[in-house]
């Protein structure tokens, strides 16, 4: 709320009839709001990659229709990122009963008591302004959630006061009733037992609750969304029929469809600590693709975006701390800090029964074979033939995870007159000492993997290249 504007000075009803409010219902407020944007050209759906010309378009006709949505996808595709952009299709700012326990809107109170201050003070009703970021809550779903949680329970404390069970004013309210007005969002939804599952059916169609057998008519006014994994991969649990049929829309999630939009969501997200040039970024975005594609790896769990970004940030961190024991004026990721990545990384991906025990050849040939498309795909066009004739002639160069950029460029052969390695630098936009080193390591692995030129590895995990 920091970039918010300040809130309304209205502090009545009648202050806010003689503004001109009008109330709309949270669907209605969503579909205007949403309707509003894509007539003015305005991206409703800010940092949300690779959905553009599929999910976009099934969400945004959901929330046209004003449905109750599911997203089924696997982990990692961006379900509930963008579940939450919904909050900034809300108005801002929205008037509610000052003191209301469900923020009822002042031109139409729900529960008893508010209803009766309504009626008693008349224009005088004090308001108060809810940020739209107040209006949305989020659950996780887990196994131990009960219905008091999401609906609610009796107060037995309100009954010891002398209250009937049947008054509304004996309920403490649950997750839904309190975000009346407002967005619910429950992630793994299959998760919730299924009684759970079934305390929230009166409340997505009738829009009541009932609570230990009493039913209360409260008019909620909720939009209720959740994310799911596809029941055909979920062990834990599903999603009742008569749940499932609440919903309006359910939209399938994917993954990138393009490595472009693998790579746009690992800048986006990842927090990185030193430099990683853009290739290796590449290489990591088809590195995460080949495992989504590999039958070695179980494709009804999926790999998560998570991988990507967490690889990226390994990488990162492979880089500062070559630049710290080293004493390095900069930190810059090199193709040698990617084996980092597989090494922390592995345990996040699963792999089919047959593949017990060939995990790490898996992801290492997943990894080179991503590495050699990169260089292909960078380099393409630049003759590299001058620097395959200096390994032939018997240069060698080292590289390791704590061998310096200067180091590795002290080592480059001499080639003459010869601009190649600016040509290197200039095509992947290498300017300093870190970013060249970088640049024609990526160069060298490239021939290696085209089998131009040797690699072997010490004991110490040093790799040199030398005569093919």
Not at 208 to 228: F, N
Not at 325 to 333: F, G, L, Q
Request: proline share 5%.
């Amino acid at each position: 709320m920091s970039d918010s504007t300040p809130a309304p000075t209205i502090h009545t009803v009648g202050e806010l009839r003689a503004s001109g409010h009008v109330h709309r219902g949270i669907r209605e407020e969503l579909r205007f709001n949403l309707l509003a944007k894509l007539a003015a050209g305005e991206d409703p759906w800010p940092g949300i990659q690779g959905f553009e010309g599929t999910v976009l378009p099934q969400f945004e006709r959901a929330l046209i229709a004003e449905h109750d949505i599911v997203l089924l996808g696997e982990r990692g595709q961006g379900k509930t990122r963008l579940l939450r952009t919904l909050v900034g299709l809300l108005d801002e700012w929205t008037p509610v009963i000052a003191g209301s326990e469900l923020g009822e809107h002042p031109y139409a109170p729900i529960l008893p008591a508010s209803r009766r201050r309504a009626a008693e003070l008349g224009d005088d009703l004090p308001v108060e302004w809810r940020h739209r970021d107040e209006r949305y809550a989020e659950k996780l779903a887990t196994p131990d959630t009960s219905v008091g949680d999401l609906v609610g329970d009796i107060d037995p404390m309100k009954v010891a006061e002398g209250r009937s069970l049947g008054d509304p004013e004996t309920i403490h309210f649950g997750l839904i009733p309190r975000s009346h007005r407002g967005i619910v969002a429950i992630n793994e939804l299959p998760d919730l037992a299924e009684r759970i599952q079934v305390s929230m059916l009166n409340v997505m169609e009738e829009r009541d609750i009932q609570v230990r057998g009493y039913t209360l008519r409260l008019p909620l006014d909720v939009l209720i969304v959740a994310s799911a994994n596809p029941e055909d991969y979920t062990n834990r649990g599903r999603i009742i029929t008569p749940l499932k049929d609440r919903f309006g829309a359910q939209v399938r999630t994917h993954y990138p469809l393009e490595v472009e939009g693998e790579i746009a969501v690992i800048q986006q997200e990842a927090q990185l600590s030193a430099t990683v040039p853009a290739y290796l970024i590449e290489i990591l975005a088809r590195f995460t693709r080949g495992l989504r594609e590999s039958s070695a790896v179980d494709q009804r769990s999926g790999v998560s975006a998570r991988f990507a970004i967490a690889a990226a940030e390994t990488v990162a961190a492979a880089a500062v701390h070559r630049a710290t024991v080293r004493h390095e004026d900069e930190a810059v990721a090199r193709v040698i800090d990617l084996e980092t990545a597989v090494e922390v990384l592995g345990g996040k991906v699963e792999f089919e029964s047959g593949h017990e025990g060939r995990e790490q050849p898996v992801l290492e040939h997943l990894l080179r074979t991503a590495t050699a498309e990169t260089a292909r795909h960078r380099l393409r066009g630049i003759d590299l033939g001058l620097l395959v004739h200096a390994m032939t002639d018997g240069a060698q160069v080292t590289t390791g995870e704590q061998v310096t950029a200067a180091e590795l460029l002290r080592e480059l052969p001499v080639l003459g007159e010869s601009e190649l390695y600016d040509d290197i630098a200039q095509r992947l936009d290498a300017t300093t000492p870190g970013e060249r080193a970088a640049a024609v390591e990526l160069a060298l692995e490239g021939l290696f993997l085209a089998r131009k030129v040797s690699k072997d590895t010490d004991d110490e995990g040093n790799t040199t290249y030398g005569e093919g």
